[in-house]
């Protein structure tokens, strides 16, 4: 299948802001994956039609909560909650949560009603976006992963638009509503990628490691077993991520190594920087880490995270790895001898590791988050 490309966005962010304000709601959560597409999205909506108003509706326990407010925009909480490979006081829990959902939305879109509601994922769109049906309210959802979550092949019923992070995921939807515009990823890594084409900051041999927010047990038990090797090399600095529950454990197994070369935390807050300084990249295969590898042009040690929802982290990488950009490491085989082996064999070979950047950068789609708000700005006008 290859869908259709959006109406009048071809490839590059249209110079002209030419586009009357609009109210846009985007809803979604969970996780950051679920976010930061939603933030990309709405910076570029305040960039085409200045004076737009965009708000967000998600849940209460999710990182939206932290995340958007810190970002200035008007969020609205309300109940969800999962239901897959759970009991039956979940499913129960799941149709109350729905329910309760689907009527504040319709309070809420009827106080103040948007022209459009783009979902990005997560339990919590699902009661938004069909109350936005209900009401007559065009949606527009945007799946970023190769495979989509349940959440998403139910609403993406509902959607016009789907903005697709893969194409593979378009076997999942109607042909005729997909776009595959790559995933919108946050300003700041767009700098980064404008920084590496004046001159390349990196120095010395330097490696990242991270798990997402919450950390991954995985690459944090791999690590520590890497540490006495990786504190032994003088031409070696390395950045872990550790999330908040590993933190004391792993730093504790790299206090040998020099504080200057070795730098353990719960979380990075300024990831662009860090993707920028790397010259090799550990980490899971949540789709919004590879758009921001992408967009930075960086080579990658992928160890998917084997529980996620129909092994999209997987094909995730797979479609990584196909394309050169990449390299997979089983979670299941990820240990301390086998990262240090793995790590080793790409540092030591340079003009790899430069084709496999490049590779990564031709998977990049820079212009993603532009892409979508020209087309969610021409859905509001209709």
């Known amino acids: 299948m290859t869908p259709n490309p959006p109406d009048d966005t071809s490839s590059t962010e249209p ?4 586009h009357p304000p609009v109210r846009i709601l985007i809803t979604g959560g969970g996780t950051g994956g679920h976010v930061y597409p939603g933030l990309a999205v709405a910076g570029a909506l305040e960039k085409l039609a200045p004076g737009s108003q965009v708000r967000f509706a998600g849940t209460s326990r999710g990182i939206e909560s932290v ?24 499913r129960f829990l799941f149709l109350v949560n729905f329910f309760l ?32 049906r209900v009401l007559g309210i065009p949606c527009a959802l945007q799946e970023q992963n190769a495979v989509p979550g349940s959440a998403n092949r139910l609403v993406g019923r509902w959607a016009r638009r789907i903005y697709l992070g893969f194409e593979a995921a378009g076997r ?8 595959v515009t790559g995933n919108p990823v946050r300003a700041e890594f767009l700098a980064a990628v404008t920084d ?29 077993g890497a540490a006495e090797t990786w504190c032994a090399r003088p031409d070696l600095s390395v950045l872990i991520q550790t999330g908040p ?20 935390v719960p979380y990075i807050d300024d990831m662009a920087s860090a993707l920028r300084q790397a ?10 880490t590879l758009a921001e590898l992408q967009c930075v042009g960086r080579a990658a040690v992928l160890v998917p995270f084997p529980f996620a929802t129909d092994g999209h ?36 070979d340079p003009a790899r590791l430069r084709g496999m950047e490049e590779a990564a950068a031709q998977l990049a789609r820079p212009d993603a988050a532009a892409v979508i708000a020209a087309d969610l700005l021409q859905l509001a006008a209709r």
């Open 313 to 348: 982290q997987l094909r995730n990488a797979e479609d990584c790895a196909q394309a050169g950009a990449a390299v997979v490491l089983k979670d299941e085989a990820c240990d301390g001898p086998a990262l240090v082996h793995l790590v080793d064999e790409l540092l030591g």
């Open 172 to 179: 999942n939807f109607k042909a005729d509503r997909c776009r």
């Open 15 to 18: 110079k002209e802001l030419v």
């Open 279 to 288: 010259d090799l990249v550990v980490s899971r295969s949540g789709a919004m």
């Open 67 to 90: 995340l958007v407010p810190r970002a200035g925009y008007r969020f609205a909480t309300l109940p969800a909650s999962g239901i897959r490979g759970l009991g039956g006081r979940a």
């Open 101 to 132: 959902g689907f009527f504040r939305s319709v309070l809420m879109f009827l106080v103040w009603r948007p022209r459009v509601v783009l979902g990005t994922g997560g339990y919590v769109s699902a009661p938004v976006m069909l109350a936005a």
């Open 245 to 264: 529950k590993d933190h004391e454990a792993v730093a504790a197994a790299f206090d040998a190594g020099p504080a200057d070369r070795f730098t353990v």
């Open 196 to 224: 590496t084409e004046t001159g390349d900051p990196r120095k010395g041999t330097h490696l990242l490691v991270f798990g997402g927010s919450r950390g991954a047990a995985t690459l944090n038990a791999a690590v520590t």
